[in-house]
């Protein structure tokens, strides 16, 4: 059988557009000879709509949707994604369902039995676990059709204090009793740098212990904090991975299973590489799905604002992106030319103005409250929060949507400024530890020395009094960015984070920096996701909580 | 047999506050005779504990605590509630339970069975669902334990588009076999406004339909948005109330099952003085869980921050609240008059500073970057980040936490600036309606004229230009407030809204204004919760949508 893998990139609740891609795909599918051309799970309403399943009215867009694509598939079958309602009068409202269209109408339903409910998903929210199990024949063959996690019931986990096995069903156990010619997979798998190889060691696991064939089709696209990074593969019931598609943008093969041919795997592309092309497909999506072109940010000099808006220079192109540079009385010179220099090379709009008068004016207001008061943290997150109006102006005078550069190990610690440089309508490096940003601007500057490099190497400064660094208050960032990743991604035990070698009041002032900052985070912009444990909804810690 | 409901306060995370407590309260029952004595879900740890949840260190300091409660059980028995680790080698990794202790030690263990995940509620996430059943025999009496939503098997819902039935079990018909004496029901069940009776209704249901007595023991206080009620009760097998604990405070009994005697019921009170009560309870536990004491506000004269302050008063003292009156060029003479009588009402620290110099200031550096632009939205915002500026710096300075007083009404349409009004700590009012805001206003001034009658008759204004009123951009707060109710609580669509009565065009019009504010909403402050459907983590919508 000859099947097409289409790998897209859909908007939620874009339920026009959504079709028309594929329809368009079904008809591009049959135009190469295919017989089955296949599409990502929910790819009718885009993954995850959360609570916009709960609207009548949605459910039965989508349904409209189904029904005008089964037209589309006349001499070509197709299985697509999306939600169905449960007809009985128990569980849940929705199923989520993979139709197999052919003949210009639905032909069978398959629903998804095992609903991940866990970090980032969250869907026994909304769907009944499916309880009936059966292959579709078409064309002389026997298609097992299963839904992302279905394969999943064995899963490495990164945490210790977890199951591997969290269901009570494999479905591919069911699903082998017929004896299926292969198995279709439909996915919507986000990227996260720290799990590669882990998905595709599940299906070839699953390929070799059924020893059938799979075509697993991802989504690509980022859909607010999530980057769905596609990588869609036909496996052989070897567990040989034979075709491969493209990371990051949209793809599509027809895959004859009689007459495989050449192996089609794309290059291997090293982890910052990859984080760099996620964050611009991040910036690109969040900008381009809800209509916006313009960017702003404030230019300081140092590395974090320099990656981010490289970033966005390349998602958004430099005639879509303008900054300020905002120095004070505690701005260095170099800081100041290295962002003039940036702004420059990246040849954007920039401006700058000095916050220090407003500050001034600020701190004179306020001289007969703090009389008798000590300088401290309160006149740092004035300058912060100064800037943050004049940001926010530029904003919302011209319409341009304000960028976020607090990155993972600053955000974690809560080295930032809530209402001041936490602002932003999307939080680029808000899982990028530091040391990976360093790595993020080496990357940027391979070829050209984009990104200059005093701003690399300088030691890293809030400049927010006199001669700061951020060691004054933080461990080095090589040493912090261990502990981080140890508590958050690893959820490893302060005694466990000691053993690897760190000073034991070093782990349990930055753990407490961690917790006590919970918060911050709760107000923080959406935060693009690259690793296995971002900040944010798959990540929900109690605010008011003793511990 | 003579059961004891302790109806308390936990604290999330907080093992060693919580089980002195409970211990304390098992030798309480003692003293007053009680052959057994009754804690709520999840008593030891708090709920909700979210990802603690996934800590393994917190799971052993609960079964550390458990044990330690049961060494306290001689000569009496409890039943708590705890997490306990899933020894199968599937499934999640922890059970929701009820330990049964006497004798010293844990006599036995019962798993929820149903685990509400909508809403507020995530209990999939972490618990894997009992398939189990049993009753405890003590002292000749079978008992039924029971957690929470395993009696709401049966659901009656404020959305059509949902079924009454969300589970394929009823743990009620399950144990009913064994033909028990009583049921006891722990539970965690928060206060909402809209679901009043509804409860009580499902108990009822329950105790006639299986012509057993009913224990229903519910925690009190509030864990950051959720606010926990009480009213813990005891129904006959007839559905009749017999007695029934306090509301919105700790409070226990003994039931001599024997013996009833007379009923005890609570005072009927209106639904405006259960939202007081609970707000004030809200902040109280906000910031005493917190170990915070005092807290700040922008009195802005207005009704919203009128309202807010008097609430903070009551829940934290006159001598823990402090405020900042901020006038500009747009405020009208008569907004500090009110704003400086309320605060002497209230007998409040206040001072004030006028924000004009500073908002010249940004608007003069502005000046050069905004030469042939007309004024508007901008500096309005200018206006409102400046007043978070000054509020914020007296947060920092002095340690008061910021309450925001955004209600529920602005909160829905984005009326309000991001980084500027909508700062804060806790959103006291973000789930109440403009309407009952004016209730509640009403509702404090019964008695005296604590909020200057001026500031609940004129019309609302932002004050951020000249003769501004909140009807310029908005409907009537009466029609706002019901089209919002009913789409946001009914999830009704914008045809169903339309046919109550409205112009369809502003039904339009407020709904758009509803869904493209979402990102402000996302980095608002975590909402006090009082009605069926609060903005925050019970409401989940994607941001980056077309819908």
Redesign the interface.
């Known amino acids: 059988m000859k099947v097409a893998i289409a790998q897209l990139n859909y908007?939620?609740?874009?339920f026009e557009?959504n079709s028309e891609k594929i329809i368009q795909h079904i008809n591009k599918a049959k135009t190469d000879g295919a017989d089955l051309v296949v599409f990502s799970e929910l790819s009718v309403t885009?993954y995850?709509?959360?609570?916009?399943l709960?609207?009548?009215?949605?459910?039965k867009k989508a349904e409209d949707a189904v029904l005008k694509i089964a037209q589309n598939c006349i001499g070509i079958a197709a299985i697509i994604g999306a939600p169905k309602i449960?007809e009985s009068?128990?569980?849940?409202?929705l199923f989520n369902s993979a139709f197999f269209l052919s003949d210009g109408k639905i032909n069978s339903i398959q629903n998804k039995t095992l609903l991940p409910?866990?970090d980032i998903f969250?869907e026994?929210?909304h769907f009944e676990p499916n309880r009936n199990f059966d292959v579709v024949e078409y064309k002389g063959e026997k298609i097992a059709i299963t839904i992302c996690e279905d394969l999943w019931d064995e899963l490495p986990t990164a945490?210790?204090?977890?199951?591997?096995?969290?269901?009570?069903t494999s479905p591919m156990e069911e699903l082998s009793k017929f004896d299926p010619d292969f198995v279709v997979n439909i996915s919507a798998s986000p990227f996260s740098y720290n799990q590669e190889g882990w998905r595709k060691n599940v299906l070839i696991n699953k390929a070799k212990k059924y020893n059938t064939p799979i075509f697993y089709i991802n989504q690509i696209g980022?859909?607010?904090e999530l980057i769905f990074d596609g990588g869609s593969v036909f496996i052989d019931k070897n567990g040989d991975i034979i075709k491969e598609l493209k990371y990051f943008a949209e793809d599509n093969l027809v895959i004859d299973t009689l007459n495989i041919g050449e192996k089609r795997l794309q290059n291997k592309v090293e982890t910052t590489e990859k984080i760099h092309d996620a964050l611009v497909l991040g910036i690109r999506?969040?900008f381009h799905?809800?209509g916006f072109k313009r960017a702003t940010l404030g230019l300081s000099g140092g590395i974090d604002s320099a990656v981010t808006v490289v970033l966005a220079v390349r998602a958004l192109g430099a005639e879509n992106v303008r900054v300020l540079l905002m120095p004070s009385k505690y701005s260095s010179d170099h800081s100041i030319e290295d962002a003039r220099v940036l702004a420059e090379n990246l040849n954007i709009q920039y401006?700058i103005?000095?916050i220090q008068?407003?500050v001034d004016?600020?701190e004179n207001?306020?001289a007969p409250?703090?009389t008798g008061?000590s300088t401290g943290?309160?006149e740092e997150?004035?300058q912060a929060?100064?800037r943050?109006?004049?940001v926010?102006?530029?904003s919302?005078?011209f319409g341009h949507i304000l960028l976020n550069t607090t990155n993972k190990s600053e955000c974690a610690v809560g080295y930032g400024t809530?209402?001041g440089d936490m602002?932003g309508?999307i939080a680029v490096l808000g899982d990028v530890y530091k040391m990976e940003v360093f790595r993020l601007a080496r990357f940027i500057n391979k070829d050209v020395e984009v990104i200059p490099e005093n701003s690399i190497v300088k030691p890293p400064s809030a400049e927010l009094r006199p001669d700061q660094k951020d060691t004054d208050s933080l461990p080095e960032y090589k040493d912090l960015d261990e502990i981080l990743f140890n508590y958050i991604e690893q959820?490893k035990?302060p005694k466990e984070i000691t053993a690897l070698g760190f000073d034991e009041n070093e782990v349990h002032r930055v753990l407490r920096m961690v917790n006590m900052n919970e918060?911050k985070r709760?107000?923080?912009?959406?935060v693009l996701r690259i690793s296995s444990k971002a900040f944010g909804?798959g990540?929900?810690?109690?605010?008011?909580?003793?511990?």
Chains 1, 2 share one sequence.
Do not use: C, W
């Not at 990540?539 to 511990?547: D, F, G, H, I, S």
């Open positions: 908007t939620i609740g874009d557009g885009g995850y709509p959360h609570d916009l709960e609207k009548k009215e949605f459910i449960n009068d128990r569980g849940k409202q409910t866990y969250d026994y929210r945490n210790e204090f977890a199951k591997d096995k969290l269901y009570q980022a859909q607010t999506d969040y799905k809800m401006e103005i000095n008068s407003v004016k600020f207001e306020l409250l703090f008061t943290v309160t997150n004035i929060r100064a943050g109006i004049y926010m102006a530029i919302n005078k809530l209402y602002n309508g959820n035990s918060y709760f107000q923080m912009a959406p909804f990540r929900k810690m109690p605010l008011v909580a003793k511990y």
